[in-house]
């Protein structure tokens, strides 16, 4: 029985665990609220029109329970959005200029051109202003139908086009919070913005306890749904005003000391010590989101759709759909507004030369992606509610933002059909190095301008690292100034290898000679003993670096976007083991050995020199 339970409990974390899980379940919600609505007769308008009423002393709530799902249990859903916004800005992509102009500026067209072209199929009706409607995407359909091509799609494309969303999300919300807010109520604003300033100052104060936070948390959505501002707003409010920090050092050892000391006696009190130290250690933004994202994506958001997607298709609904504007004003601008829009965007931004395709992407995959984008599911639906207010037309917008979203989900997953089969019969891009080495950011060991360059993805921590650099340091006193060798980093997911490859790109901060000397000093300890974290300060300390500079730079999460920047080249390349070369720019695929590396080098050089003779031959010809 207990290896039933055993089973059933790893299959359940494995279903919440998957990206597909959660679209999975819309599609279902959906399928069940059309059936409901067009087999049921008058029932599914009967029970989401039933009132429910909350009564607070002379305070009295009075919705309907559509109105419950889109006012307040939405507002998890928000805050959800808004803590993973947060997280980006502060420590994720969107914190690096570099990373973030291209999906930034492709989100913004993405954003303004399906609006521009829902406004011009609408001229002046009463429709326009449900502008807001094609504008979002649903990411959690976009990232699961991603994940049905697996390692077939480059892994920066979907870093490019989460941060692509995560941008779209905070438009959509600013359009939510601004455009769709009627008969402001001064007062209750102005006591959510109070309310707003202490969360601000908990935030500062490092408050982390979640309960605090929940509990202002529904006081502002009182204060935000008594103001006019549509109270998913609370959402975004307090999610933007949760604290976020990198574990400090001496959290995380106050709690692995309260942790040992539960372990020596385990009670009540040490156990709630235990429990509130490692709590301390952890951003409350990681333990909000992790709190609240399955009863997001597993129970709001499908009864959202069950509360909202129920729309009575017949002959009637059909027709005035047909030729409705509003109907083909949201195909238009999901299917082909944000197509054109992202697609366009980043054409003219990369030759223009204002921002640099990520690696390992072309044009093809940006447009599939942007097909995907069209998927305006979850957003779409809700401001559907917020921007039109006549029934029919109501389920005129709700037909085109299904039909619009089946068709982008469609013409994406063809379009990505189509494109991995071309880059695995024609654009063999794996087998030559993805991203051209760059001086002004790669660790170069050797002339910069070698006739031969090795680079090289690996991690430290592993039991053959000496062998590794043996066979560099070999390589490198036989050909001497005819190679240059680049280090990119590689820890697959190992613990230890992200914590020193992390290590390693903070003390580069600090000097870059200070990079090979603490790699040498990590390769030399872990031929001795295991790496853990105390033996890479130990490194740290050793080569002569900055140990809390170091620390603090990791902390705030300063290196992490130059590691997972290699991490990403080694997945799109599809390298499955550690170390793995390429000379010259093309893959080595020989055995890792001094004797076939030689050969390799001696290969390339030849081959220079041939090039060169070539190129002196056809010159003196010509003159």
């Known amino acids: 029985m207990g290896a039933v339970k055993q089973r059933v409990a790893l ?32 029932s599914y308008d009967d029970f989401w029109g039933t009132t429910f009423a909350v009564h607070f002393g002379d305070v009295k709530l009075d919705l309907d329970l559509q109105h419950w799902v889109n006012d307040f249990l939405m507002a998890g859903f928000f805050l959800l959005v808004s803590l993973e916004v947060k997280h980006d800005l502060v420590v994720g992509d969107l914190r690096d200029p570099k990373k973030a102009t291209l999906p930034l500026i492709g989100a913004v067209a993405g954003l303004l051109i399906p609006a521009a072209l829902f406004v011009l199929i609408n001229p002046g009706s009463e429709t326009t202003h449900a502008w807001g409607v094609v504008i979002s995407t ?82 502002i959505w009182l204060a935000v749904y008594a103001s006019g501002v549509h109270a998913t707003v609370a959402g975004v409010i307090v999610g933007l005003l949760v604290p976020i920090y990198q574990p400090h050092r001496q959290t995380v050892k106050e709690a692995e000391s309260l942790t040992q000391t539960f372990r020596r006696t385990p009670t009540v009190a040490t156990g709630r010590a235990a429990v509130v130290g490692i709590a301390r250690s952890i951003s409350m933004n990681a333990r909000m989101q992790k709190m609240l994202h399955l009863y997001v994506v597993l129970l709001i958001v499908p009864i959202f759709a069950l509360a909202n ?48 395709m990520p690696p390992g992407i072309r044009y093809r995959h940006i447009a599939g992606g942007a097909m995907l984008t069209g998927i305006g599911f979850t957003i779409s639906l809700f401001i559907v509610d917020l921007a039109i207010s006549d029934p029919l037309q109501q389920s005129i917008a709700r037909i085109g933002v299904l039909v619009a979203s089946f068709l982008a989900a469609m013409f994406g997953l063809g379009a990505f059909y189509i494109v ?21 950011e ?19 921590g592993g039991t053959d690292d000496d062998l590794t ?23 697959r997911e190992n613990l230890v290898a992200i914590q020193a490859a992390e290590a390693l790109e903070a003390v580069a901060l600090q000097s870059q000679r200070l990079f090979w000397r603490m790699h040498r000093e990590l390769v030399k300890i872990n031929a001795e003993e295991d790496l853990d974290a ?26 992490a976007n130059r590691v997972e920047r290699d991490v990403l080249d080694a997945k799109t390349m599809e390298l499955r083991s550690t170390p793995h070369f390429f000379i010259n720019g093309e893959n080595y695929d020989g055995p890792i050995s001094y004797e076939g590396l030689a050969a390799a080098i001696e290969a390339a050089l030849d081959e220079v020199a041939g090039s060169e003779e070539t190129v002196e031959a056809m010159t003196g010809h010509s003159q």
């Not at 944000?338 to 965007?345: M, N, T, V, W």
């Not at 991995?420 to 002004?440: C, G, N, Q």
Request: with cysteine.
């Open 469 to 491: 650099s043996e066979l560099v340091e070999r390589l490198y006193s036989r050909f001497e100034e005819d190679i240059s060798y680049v280090f990119r980093h590689n820890p």
């Open 442 to 460: 790669d660790h170069i060991l050797g002339p910069v301008h070698a006739p031969v360059q090795i680079v090289n993805y690996d991690k430290l």
């Open 420 to 440: 991995t089969r071309y880059d695995r019969a024609r654009a063999p891009a794996r087998k030559k190095l993805v991203r051209p080495v760059d001086p002004a």
């Open 534 to 559: 105390h033996e890479i300060r130990r490194a740290a300390v050793t080569v002569g670096a900055h140990l809390t500079r170091m620390e603090e730079t990791v902390r705030r999460g300063e290196t």
């Open 309 to 356: 997607a129920g729309v009575p298709i017949n002959g009637e609904v059909l027709s005035h759909a047909i030729v409705s504007p509003l109907f083909w004003g949201i195909l238009g601008g999901l299917v082909i507004g944000k197509f054109g829009g992202i697609l366009g965007a980043t054409i003219a931004i990369t030759k223009m030369r204002i921002a640099e």
């Open 138 to 219: 649903d990411t959690a359909f976009v990232v699961a139908l991603l994940a049905l091509f697996g390692s077939k799609i480059p892994g920066p494309l979907r870093a490019f086009l989460l941060t692509l969303a995560v941008a779209d999300d905070v438009g959509a919300l600013a359009v939510i919070a601004v455009v769709y807010t009627e008969n402001l109520a001064l007062t209750p604003l102005l006591v959510a913005l109070a309310l707003g300033a202490v969360l601000f100052f908990m935030q500062r104060a490092q408050v982390w306890r979640i309960s605090f936070y929940m509990i202002i948390g529904i006081v």
């Open 11 to 42: 299959r359940w974390r494995q279903f919440t665990s998957s990206e597909l899980s959660s679209a999975c379940l819309l599609v279902v919600a959906t399928l069940i609220a059309l059936a409901w609505a067009n087999f049921g007769g008058t």
